[in-house]
């Protein structure tokens, strides 16, 4: 029993870390897939969602950074989870929107190594940014207790331990990050395969010129998708923040997993996003467990694996390989 319980938790903590990276790769994978649009600032859309869930759902206490220089020892609005979780893709949605208009839409006709260049020096200075005003020690962003608490209810638990059949206790927040993202995801796959709008940038990306012929502004469905993959980084942010670590780097330390889990799972593909990140968390769980000096090396192994059986990726195609 003992070896069966260390089996699920190794598979739920797995479902857990794979659920970040699907977010993310999913944002990724649609602005990749249908914008040819390399976005190297994706790891910072992360970070301001991580650093917005914070301080719109809590208030911190700051101890470092131009802020607290200037006499902001304490921010946040103290608003609740919830909040952060309804505002935080809004807000990140029209940085996104901010980001397609004045950065990405230039690039578009541009070599991949422009885009790189471009996103990753954004990357770079909104990370200066935030460790600029916020200082570089990490900032804690509590689990939330409950969500929906309001007049007698006392509302839904989300965090502390839930009893599992065979596992036992488990961490209730990461059972919560795992249907969030299947939420989430379900609906943008809905959207981008049965609606008329996702037909519009299917078409778009195959034959832009043609779309724009039949009267379509293909520009405006462009800018849509890439505030959606923004707002799923922005999502990834607020419900990963509470397990990991809030700094300005974070960012940087979750973008090439995040890249990983598109170019393993077949750009372009939000099936293949979700296959390759559940595939990375699991690998990541697993290590984590046994050997866990190697747990990063294991994601490299894994995408080399992939890459040189399928070079398209698992669930990619030869027509969007990168």
Known sequence: ???????????LNGLQQGA????????LSIILGTLKFVNFAHGALYVVGTYAGLFVALEVNLTSGKLSEWGYSTLGLEWGFLAALLLVPLIVFCVGLLMERYVARAFYDRPD????????????????????LFGSNSLPFEQPARILSFGGFAGIPVSGPVALPVVGNFPRWRLWVIAITAVLVAIVYV??????????????????????????????P?????GIGSALAGVAGVV?????VVNPTVGMDILVPAFLTVVIGGVGSIAGAVVGGILFGLTTAAL??????WSQVGLYAIAAIVLLTRPQGILGTEEVAP
């Open 240 to 244: 990963g923040g509470p397990l990991n």
């Open 1 to 11: 029993m003992s070896l069966l319980a260390d089996v699920v938790t190794i598979l």
């Open 113 to 132: 190594t422009d885009q790189i260049l471009v996103t990753f020096g954004l990357a770079i200075v909104l990370q200066e940014l935030f460790r600029v």
């Open 222 to 226: 462009y800018l849509v998708v890439f």
């Open 191 to 220: 959207l981008v395969e049965y609606t008329d709008f996702g037909l519009v940038v299917r078409a778009g990306t195959r034959d832009a010129e043609m779309v724009r012929l039949l009267g379509i502004k293909i520009s405006r």
């Open 288 to 293: 984590v467990a046994f050997v866990p000096a």
């Open 20 to 27: 970040i990276y699907v977010l993310l790769a999913v944002g």
